[in-house]
């Protein structure tokens, strides 16, 4: 565990920042000390990493809030574009450098070229970078069932999937094929089209690959059903999707 003084030291990201994110319930520490001192584990330095993604993306912070917490978010896909504006954003500095160059070496000859400074392509780029999260049909309906939710509700929310989830732990040393857990599948999947969209079994399948994928949700997943828990749970939304 690292306090918040320990992650703004890591980071960068100021502690006033990280209490801002707290408030808005974007980055929640993963534990609260009687004294009141916040607590982040790997997970919340994971989502940290998503925020700042974002943000160098030029995200607004709702929408990186709406967008974590979402069962759509594929943090591959956010670090693919990360990557492609970073490399835009390399060539844009790099000729600015070679711009601030010419211009010292040569004088006024550069004074009329002002194409080092043109950040459209970025821009475009962040653009279409944004809109690729909004335009889907599940994203879209997502934001029609979100829209006047408060930090309390959507936590409510994020708790009743983890409870679900919890179940998944409870049985995980039976068959994935079982009764008992296919019928937590219909459970899950029912729960997701209630409260995000509607979930098929191609969307559900494909969930489910972040559910035993590794990363923090798989983290979260194991830490309220037990180790196992997230692979458990994909290979019955295999068994049930595949019927």
Partial sequence: MMTVHQVSKLTGVSVRALHHYDELGLLKPAEVTEAGYRLYDESSLARLQSILLFRELQFPLKDIGAILDSPTFDRNKALDQQIELLTLKKEHLDN??????????????????????????????????????????????YEQKSRGRTREDNNAIARGMMDIFAEFGAIRDRDPASPQAQALVNKLQNYITENFYTCSDAILLNLSRMYDGGGSMTENIDKVGGPGTGDFAARAIAVHCNR
């Fill in 96 to 141: 600015l450098i070679d711009l601030a160059k010419g211009i010292k070496g040569m004088g006024v000859k550069h004074l009329t070229d002002f194409r080092a400074f043109d950040t459209r392509k970025i821009d475009e780029y962040a653009r279409e970078a944004k809109a690729s999260w909004g335009q889907t049909k599940e994203w879209k309906e």
